[in-house]
């Protein structure tokens, strides 16, 4: 079974705009089916006429980013039902994704969805960023965050993972001014940027749209990571 005419035709817009192969084009609607035939899956949103737009082109609005086609190791935090990792890998053939998870349902979820659309450059990891960074420091080029937490948490949990030089490169709605300055103050502990701000319009009616990146420009301190959990307790913010 193939997409519908409506979803079809807008995988076909964002696969041009984003200079996608035929093939990698063809793998997005096999993950827009799978994901429509899954009996319990971890989003509301599963319709492909409707995830086409809510997950595909906006997991795929990031490549504006310049990080993203040197990158060779890229995370995926807090990945839910696999958006934007899987997206990302399958438009980034030549990176690896690691979409880290701490729901094992969810982890199985990503892995059905990896294996019916051919994703071969993308794992599920079932573990707290955390846990990832204690483990695997410094693993990786770019960090990945889309709807999880606050930006000062955010930092907390990707410092650890980055390799200096790396980027978080995280999704966000709409922002207040008091989430960007405890970014920054959160950055500025942990050896990041400030945070730059990038409005995007993944498709039409989004509205309040921004990617938001920060470098990697110093060690992350070593008493970071803090134990899983406590970033959301206890941000970082001044």
């Not at 997409?3 to 093939?23: F, G, I, M």
């Not at 400030?194 to 110093?218: N, Q, W």
């Amino acid at each position: 079974m193939g997409l519908e005419r409506k979803p079809a035709l807008r995988l076909s817009e964002l696969a041009s705009q984003h200079r996608l192969t035929v093939a990698q084009a063809e793998r997005l609607a096999c993950l827009l089916l799978a994901l429509a035939a899954e009996p319990a899956p971890p989003t509301t949103v599963t319709a492909p006429a409707d995830a086409v737009d809510v997950h595909l082109a906006d997991s795929l609005s990031g490549l504006v980013a310049d990080d993203f086609p040197a990158a060779v190791n890229i995370a995926d935090i807090g990945a839910g039902a696999g958006f934007p990792g899987l997206a990302l890998a399958l438009a980034l053939p030549s990176a690896h994704v690691d979409l880290i998870e701490a729901t094992g349902r969810k982890c199985e979820t990503i892995e059905r969805l990896a294996a019916a659309a051919g994703v071969s450059n993308a794992a599920a990891v079932h573990a707290r960023a955390e846990e990832v960074a204690s483990a695997r420091p410094d693993a990786y080029d770019v960090v990945t965050a889309r709807a999880l937490a606050p930006l000062a948490v955010l930092v907390e949990y990707a410092a650890p993972l980055l390799v200096e030089g790396g980027c978080l490169i995280a999704w966000k709605g709409s922002l207040e001014d008091e989430e960007i300055v405890g970014g920054a103050h959160a950055a500025a502990l942990l050896g990041l940027s400030p945070p730059e701000v990038v409005p995007v319009r993944p498709f039409p009616g989004a509205r309040d749209r921004a990617l938001v990146t920060l470098r990697k420009i110093s060690p992350t301190p070593e008493r970071f990571p803090r134990r899983p959990g406590v970033a959301a307790k206890r941000p970082l913010v001044s």
